[in-house]
């Protein structure tokens, strides 16, 4: 049969299902093959999410144990330089400081101090005291003494140079001020005032000059002589920060506690009321610093980083 009769026979339908058929047959090619480009589209976004996440994970980790080794390399090299404190008159008088509040915790430590019936004092974050505005006036209302810690807390922004360290911390000065009715008079440096780990961020060495500049100010820097370890981890219980005092008191007769107001653990609020029932049984009275307690100051780091 010739081409054109057989054109002829074929129905106009027949020509349209097998147009449909074929057109169906492609879109259904396509369709599969869009659908597995997607899929795979898919399993790329999901792993650039998870690596994108771990990274962020990593980063946060890293910030964090970056904060820890400060703090500990800056404990393990003050520990060498504690000094022993000791009043003239052979009193018997401990000092409860609490570092880097306020914090959610702050009221349920306020509580057992008044509990506890003993004042203490607190070196404060200006971060953290806009996070929890009225912590600061509830501390001086209950007779407990509010000084100087820093704005910030950042190692590599305070000590890099003199600049930065006055502007942090007459940041907090004047919050404090303004908060209180009343200049602060003690300040704690961060880290303390022999802090090897302030070098690291200096070309120069700031930190007797940073002495001096607060002393001039009529504010005293206050450092301690007995760690609570309480900011460690794994956290240590109460019974291991109690222990941990007493160990560290020894034979002084007016220890400078260092303990912490931190809100992602409750065991140094648990620790206070046998911290003062072991204490006051060995004849110590609780006091609260001023400029003009017999209290101890480390020996500054004048060296710069090497």
């Known amino acids: 049969m ?11 339908s027949h020509l349209l299902l097998l147009f449909s058929i074929a057109l169906t047959v492609a879109f259904c090619i396509v369709a599969v093959v869009q659908s597995s480009h997607l899929q795979q589209v898919e399993r790329q976004l999901y792993t650039m999410r998870s690596e994108t996440s771990r990274a962020d994970n990593l980063q946060s980790q890293l910030q964090d144990l970056t904060a820890k080794y400060n703090d500990l390399s800056s404990r393990m090299a003050i520990r060498q330089s504690f000094s022993q404190t000791h009043a003239s008159d052979g009193t018997k008088v401990a000092y409860l400081t609490f570092d880097d509040g306020p914090s959610k915790n702050t009221p349920l430590l306020l509580q057992a101090l008044k509990q506890a019936n003993v004042k203490a004092t607190f070196f404060v974050i200006g971060l953290n005291c806009q996070e929890y505005p009225n912590a600061v006036k509830n501390e001086v ?9 820093s704005w910030t807390h950042k190692y590599e922004y305070i000590y890099a140079n003199m600049d930065n360290f006055k502007q942090d911390f007459m940041q907090l000065h004047d919050y404090l001020t303004q908060q209180l009715g009343q200049e602060p008079t003690i300040c704690r440096f961060p880290g303390g005032t022999n802090n090897t780990v302030s070098k690291k961020y200096t070309k120069e060495p700031i930190m007797q000059e940073a002495v001096n500049w607060s002393e001039s100010l009529g504010i005293r820097p206050i450092d301690w002589d007995a760690d609570a370890g309480d900011a460690e981890t794994p956290i240590p219980t109460k019974e291991q920060i109690a222990q941990r005092v007493l160990g560290e008191i020894g034979h002084k007769t007016s220890p400078v506690i260092l303990m912490h107001d931190i809100g992602n653990r ?7 009321p046998l911290i003062v029932q072991q204490l006051q049984a060995q004849g110590y009275t609780f006091g609260t610093l001023s400029a003009s307690t017999p209290a101890t100051i480390f020996k500054p780091v004048v060296t710069a980083a090497s």
């Open 2 to 12: 010739k081409p054109l009769q057989f054109l002829k026979k074929v129905n106009f």
């Open 141 to 149: 209302a209950d007779g407990n003494v509010v000084g100087i810690h």
């Open 266 to 272: 409750t065991s140094t609020i648990e620790a206070v």
